[in-house]
């Protein structure tokens, strides 16, 4: 697909790395829909945007309400016209041992509230927003692509039992979707990144950081330019479907 005036919708793109792939789409000259909880924030990425002459609307939504998620694109539909990509980058953390004991006796174990927020933002949203992006594609004739973002904490992750599980339903949401929408001209594609320069990596301490980079063999976390630029490949390369690519300099938990 040519991105060149292809509408692009983008959900948690407010900031970090949803913000850093709407740069880089809208860098190839596609208009972009920015889907974001935080209106305020939202509007600051959209001027950002506006700023550096790429196109841009923002649009406030709960990915993990389906009513909410409906209007949208309708919403995006009308005010900006047909879609012709999604990028299911929207997330939050909530970690936690499954079991917290010490001395035989057990302190906390995962909360089912926190193991259900990361399930409906991170798992069902993904596929509400894919669900309302693939019938539209489909009603309006287009043949569109969309890209999850998983994570290669997929394969499971020592206090990430909720996140874990989510990113690794994504990535099969996303082998399936390749294969059921083919028919119809539609592409899946996802990107499972490893650690990634972020707010929460950039609170950390000094030597947490170091230790994070050592286990990387690039001896260097990812840049949000990184996940974008393979997010561009997904959306550009016409024989690319139903597959994740790990960009996590060779991480691999």
Same mark, same amino acid.
């Given at each position: 697909?040519?991105?060149?005036?292809?509408?692009?919708?983008?959900?948690?793109?407010?900031?970090?790395?949803?913000?850093?792939?709407?740069?880089?789409?809208?860098?190839?000259?596609?208009?972009?829909?920015?889907?974001?909880?935080?209106?305020?924030?939202?509007?600051?990425?959209?001027?950002?945007?506006?700023?550096?002459?790429?196109?841009?609307?923002?649009?406030?939504?709960?990915?993990?309400?389906?009513?909410?998620?409906?209007?949208?694109?309708?919403?995006?539909?009308?005010?900006?016209?047909?879609?012709?990509?999604?990028?299911?980058?929207?997330?939050?953390?909530?970690?936690?041992?499954?079991?917290?004991?010490?001395?035989?006796?057990?302190?906390?174990?995962?909360?089912?509230?926190?193991?259900?927020?990361?399930?409906? *933002?991170?798992?069902?949203?993904?596929?509400?927003?894919?669900?309302?992006?693939?019938?539209?594609?489909?009603?309006?004739?287009?043949?569109?692509?969309?890209?999850?973002?998983?994570?290669?904490?997929?394969?499971?992750? &020592?206090?990430?039992?909720?996140?874990?599980?989510?990113?690794?339903?994504?990535?099969?949401?996303? *082998?399936?979707?390749?294969?059921?929408?083919?028919?119809?001209?539609?592409?899946?594609?996802?990107?499972?990144?490893?650690?990634?320069?972020?707010? &929460?990596?950039?609170? &950390?301490?000094?030597?947490?950081?170091?230790?994070?980079?050592?286990? *990387?063999?690039?001896?260097?976390?990812?840049?949000?330019?990184?996940?974008?630029?393979?997010?561009?490949?997904?959306?550009?390369?016409?024989?690319?479907?139903?597959? *994740?690519?790990?960009?996590?300099?060779?991480?691999?938990?």
């Amino acid at each position: 697909m040519k991105l060149d005036d292809a509408l692009i919708a983008i959900t948690g793109g407010a900031r970090g790395l949803g913000l850093a792939i709407a740069r880089r789409l809208g860098e190839q000259g596609a208009r972009l829909a920015l889907i974001d909880t935080d209106g305020g924030q939202l509007d600051k990425a959209v001027n950002a945007l506006l700023d550096a002459g790429i196109s841009a609307r923002a649009f406030v939504a709960n990915v993990a309400d389906e009513a909410s998620v409906t209007q949208t694109f309708e919403d995006i539909r009308s005010a900006m016209g047909p879609l012709d990509g999604l990028v299911n980058n929207a997330g939050i953390l909530r970690d936690g041992l499954l079991v917290k004991a010490r001395d035989g006796r057990v302190e906390k174990t995962l909360g089912l509230s926190d193991w259900q927020a990361v399930i409906d *933002v991170n798992l069902t949203g993904v596929f509400l927003c894919g669900r309302a992006a693939a019938a539209a594609m489909v009603e309006d004739g287009r043949n569109g692509v969309i890209v999850n973002i998983s994570s290669i904490s997929r394969a499971g992750n &020592m206090g990430q039992s909720n996140y874990a599980a989510a990113k690794a339903g994504v990535a099969a949401l996303t *082998v399936t979707w390749g294969k059921e929408l083919a028919r119809y001209g539609i592409r899946v594609g996802a990107v499972a990144p490893g650690f990634i320069e972020t707010e &929460m990596t950039a609170s &950390m301490r000094d030597d947490m950081l170091e230790k994070l980079t050592n286990g *990387v063999p690039l001896r260097r976390l990812g840049a949000p330019a990184d996940i974008a630029e393979t997010v561009a490949f997904i959306m550009t390369n016409d024989y690319f479907t139903a597959r *994740v690519i790990e960009v996590d300099g060779g991480l691999r938990l």
